[in-house]
């Protein structure tokens, strides 16, 4: 399996069907992951788009110019890496499509899994003139690449893509998402389930560790509880960008705070009465229970002593033991649907 497919992005540069850039070109990077490996020549300096922190903060380390949102800019190549999620991948295209110059050059590339096969024949099958045509096409190290260029019909592909972005209906009416959101179609099952559980007592300063595009900090303001601050952490840029939005519409009234964090490489400083969380158990596709249990670590020293974390997860993730081990007190609250709720003292 290829989990980056930065060496399929290149592959067209190391056979020579596509020219390196040239020192002083100006090359925009959408969906950079660290530890990618330039062909030897490229030179360009590239401007990279990440938006996941714990990649952001990878390339950083590299010594990437890197920001989490494409700025208005004219560049004479983009390259672009798929992401997990269709509509995502489409709009990194769009964008990369929006900030080459006319006759710009694109490169998208993923792994086999990732449709970017699928999205190049969806591109060339368009109805009419709007069908996009694409210059050429490659696979290596189990994954496909293709480039196109800026053309009018590329051009209308991309104004569609960002008019049907924003145009999405809120989530039952009421959220907005995006496209790199976890559960960005609809409200998740465990999510839900704890907001059922929420305590109406939670007094203080609360976190929501994990906030996606803050549903569960929406919960606590609509239920009422009486709290001083709910500080948002997520490592979607966008996702707490979502938040944001939600927020200021669905709970004018709560202080709210959003931290882009990554917040099992990054220490927590400020300390809580109260955490609420959905942790990810994956970052690819593969599960990775150890992921939940470093954020069960990090929400235990986020606390303050007879603080309380409000957890769900999936039944079967084993983290009884990384609950019993940073807390005094662990008491199962709710368990149905596939999913179990904690509420873990300290």
Request: net charge neutral; glycine share 10%.
């Amino acid at each position: 399996m290829n989990k980056d497919a930065s060496a399929t992005l290149f592959h067209p540069f190391v056979t020579e069907e596509l020219a390196l850039p040239d020192a002083g070109a100006q090359v925009l990077f959408i969906g950079a992951r660290p530890g990618a490996r330039l062909p030897e020549g490229f030179v360009a300096p590239l401007k990279c788009v990440q938006g996941f922190r714990p990649d952001y903060l990878g390339l950083v380390r590299e010594g990437r110019e890197v920001t989490p949102v494409s700025s208005a800019s004219v560049y004479d190549t983009a390259l672009v890496l798929a992401a997990r999620h269709r509509a995502e991948t489409e709009l990194r295209l769009a964008s990369a499509l929006t900030n080459v110059k006319a006759g710009g050059l694109v490169v998208v590339a993923g792994g086999n899994e990732d449709g970017v096969g699928a999205l190049r024949t969806r591109l060339e099958k368009r109805d009419g003139h709007f069908a996009v045509p694409v210059a050429g096409r490659l696979s290596k190290h189990h994954g496909v690449v293709f480039w196109l260029y800026r053309t009018p019909q590329a051009e209308a592909f991309a104004q569609q893509r960002l008019d049907a972005l924003a145009a999405r209906p809120l989530v039952e009416g009421r959220f907005r998402t995006a496209p790199s959101s976890f559960s960005h179609d609809g409200i998740d099952a465990g999510s839900r389930l704890l907001a059922e559980c929420l305590p109406a007592d939670m007094t203080g300063s609360v976190a929501d560790f994990c906030a996606g595009w803050g549903f569960l900090s929406a919960e606590l303001a609509r239920r009422g509880s009486p709290i001083a601050r709910v500080d948002l952490y997520e490592a979607d840029h966008a996702s707490l960008e979502a938040a944001r939005d939600n927020m200021a519409r669905l709970a004018p009234n709560v202080s709210a705070r959003f931290l882009w964090w990554d917040l099992v490489g990054e220490p927590v400083s400020e300390r809580y009465d109260a955490i609420i969380m959905n942790p990810p158990f994956h970052q690819g596709r593969a599960s990775e229970p150890g992921l939940g249990e470093a954020l069960i670590g990090s929400a235990a020293k986020a606390l303050r002593k007879g603080g309380r974390l409000l957890l769900v997860a999936n039944r079967q993730l084993p983290y009884e033991a990384a609950l019993a081990k940073g807390f005094g007190r662990v008491e199962r609250l709710r368990e149905e649907a596939g999913f179990k709720v904690f509420c873990a003292v300290r």
